[in-house]
């Protein structure tokens, strides 16, 4: 049995739509959400405010000030939220992408007949098991 070296993706982004359907996932899963919290806040403030207009001017000066602070939040605060989420969407496809495109690759060489390759994932993927049973297989078919 030929022991391999460690491997390490320093690749984040891996060729072929697997990746890129899970993240479009994880981008929508965190769009919407965050798109509909902003939507209900909005409306919120905005009904609060019609409810006010009838009363006398001093009450509008005195929300002016807190739909600016709300208006910064909301314009600062969701793409800073976006940005993080879309950082922690990429690692989390990585995770999920990158065993599958070294799975594909290994099954390649085989498939070519190097059957003393062996499959190996990194602790962090959990796919031990999966790599034991196609191990097992390989060590059943004739070199």
Request: aromatic share 10%; glycine share 4%; charged share 20%.
């Amino acid at each position: 049995m030929e022991v391999q070296k460690k491997y390490r993706r320093t690749q984040y982004f891996m060729k072929g739509p697997l990746q890129k359907r899970y993240l479009i996932h994880s981008v929508l899963m965190m769009t919407i959400p965050t798109a509909l919290v902003a939507l209900c806040l909005y409306i919120l403030i905005f009904y609060l405010v019609s409810e006010q207009l009838a009363v006398p001017q001093t009450i509008i000066n005195t929300l002016q000030p807190v739909l600016i602070k709300v208006n910064n939040i909301v314009g600062i605060g969701l793409p800073i939220i976006f940005v993080i989420l879309f950082g922690w969407a990429i690692m989390i496809s990585h995770r999920f992408a990158g065993p599958m495109y070294r799975l594909e690759r290994d099954l390649e060489k085989i498939a070519q007949g190097d059957h003393s390759l062996r499959i190996r994932f990194r602790k962090k993927d959990q796919l031990d098991d999966l790599a034991a049973k196609l191990n097992k297989v390989l060590d059943k078919l004739p070199q």
